[in-house]
């Protein structure tokens, strides 16, 4: 009966060993980034921006997809704000940094043009944080390994708020 119970007890202490060091989590290991993120990382150039949904400017019904940048002559001062934008890059780092070469004056005001980033609301979103540590989240509106679709929603001074589509290919 002795050498039953303390093989027994030898048993449970194993499994018991087992269990709990297979259950440790390495507090050193940083979470796997999403597919997702690993498409956002890297260069991005800005092909467009267009109308997320249809507006009706001077009268005209405007539908959605139509370009910002070609109605811009039609936006006053407010629209050489969109225009200044065409030849922006925006890089997405690895490191969770990002950084956007042009004017986000209009387009991104809270972001800027650097601080960091991270996929948010189930990777459904990129939250910019400018760095003044200002929260500035887009929700992902199309992805692929070449084409990054972003939210956007722009008050245009003296014309209107705006959603827009911010269109961007590596």
């Not at 507090?27 to 999403?34: H, I, L, Q, T, Y």
């Not at 400018?130 to 014309?159: Q, R």
């Amino acid at each position: 009966m002795r050498f039953f119970t303390l093989a027994y007890l030898s048993i449970m202490l194993f499994a018991g060993s087992v269990f709990s060091s297979s259950c440790k989590k390495d507090s050193n290991a940083a979470p796997a980034k999403s597919a997702k993120y690993q498409m956002v990382t890297g260069a991005w150039k800005q092909q467009d921006i267009v109308l997320a949904v249809a507006v009706k400017l001077n009268k005209q019904n405007i539908p959605a997809g139509t370009s910002i940048l070609v109605l811009a002559p039609l936006l006053g001062p407010a629209g050489a704000l969109f225009t200044c934008t065409v030849n922006n890059t925006y890089t997405f780092n690895e490191d969770g940094t990002f950084a956007i070469n042009g004017c986000t004056d209009l387009i991104l005001p809270v972001a800027g043009n650097k601080g960091t980033w991270e996929m948010d609301v189930h990777d459904g979103a990129i939250k910019l944080v400018s760095e003044k540590g200002e929260n500035d989240p887009h929700w992902i509106d199309n992805i692929s390994n070449t084409n990054l679709d972003l939210a956007l929603t722009v008050n245009i001074p003296g014309v209107a708020t705006v959603p827009l589509t911010l269109k961007l290919k590596k």
